[in-house]
Antibody, heavy 115, light 109 residues
Framework: QFRLQESGPGLVKLSETLSLTCTVS????????WSWLRQPPGKGLEWLGY???????NYNSSLKSRITISVDTSKSQFSLHLTSLTAADTAVYFC?????????WGQGILVTVSS | EIVLTQSPDTLSLSPGERATLSCRAS???????LAWYQQKPGQAPRLLIY???KRATDIPDRFSGSGSGTDFTLTISRLEPEDFALYHC??????????FGQGAKLEIK
């Protein structure tokens, strides 16, 4: 059974870059898609993007100029980089297995953007 | 771009009752690529239903999904205390690849 764990800073400054890593255990990353999503406090889920183990990506067009997702299968990790942060980027960030229906999720990490 | 609207926003029921949650799409969802998730406070969402009506692994059979085109439903046949949570619908496989509804809260009456 896959397990996913997000890691990274819980507090980042306005206009800076957020970097989060998701570590996957319990199975191989091969032949699968891996996603990042977020949920602002008290709000619904927002899909940010996904990456195939081969490195092919697909991003939410509302973030396209600010987001990069990368994968390192040798470390069983994939990462999210989000630039030019604003207060609107404050949210719980989740990583998940899958590109469409999302069968396994990390527990989430709260990221607060503040000056 | 597909917009998903869930109704009602909040549903108040008692254990043992039947719950029906709706998810309406602004345009038809191809191949009935619609999923439902359950989320409890402080936890990640859990996949319940995918492809409109297929139960995910280890999901009890009191959960069922139905629908087609633009109208989809999640039904919980007989509510257990642990079913009171937030529910999300998601369309996938279109453009954009993933869209979520605003969420619907199922609360104890």
């Amino acid at each position: 059974q896959f397990r996913l764990q997000e890691s990274g800073p819980g507090l980042v400054k306005l206009s800076e870059t957020l970097s989060l890593t998701c570590t996957v255990s319990g199975g191989s990353m091969n032949d699968m898609y891996w996603s990042w999503l977020r949920q602002p406090p008290g709000k619904g889920l927002e899909w940010l993007g996904y990456i195939h183990y081969s490195g092919a990506t697909n991003y939410n067009s509302s973030l396209k100029s600010r987001i990069t997702i990368s994968v390192d299968t040798s470390k069983s990790q994939f990462s999210l980089h989000l630039t030019s942060l604003t207060a609107a980027d404050t949210a719980v960030y989740f990583c998940a297995r899958g590109g469409w229906s999302l069968a396994s999720w990390g527990q989430g990490i709260l990221v607060t953007v503040s000056s | 771009e597909i917009v998903l609207t869930q109704s009602p926003d909040t549903l108040s029921l008692s254990p043992g009752e039947r719950a029906t949650l709706s998810c309406r799409a602004s345009q038809p969802i191809a191949s009935n690529y619609l999923a439902w998730y359950q989320q409890k406070p402080g936890q990640a969402p859990r996949l319940l239903i995918y492809d409109t009506s297929k139960r995910a692994t280890d999901i009890p059979d009191r959960f069922s999904g139905s629908g087609s085109g633009t109208d989809f439903t999640l039904t919980i046949s007989r509510l257990e205390p642990e079913d009171f949570a937030l529910y999300h619908c998601q369309s996938y496989g279109g453009s954009p690849p993933n869209t979520f509804g605003q969420g619907a809260k199922l609360e104890i009456k």
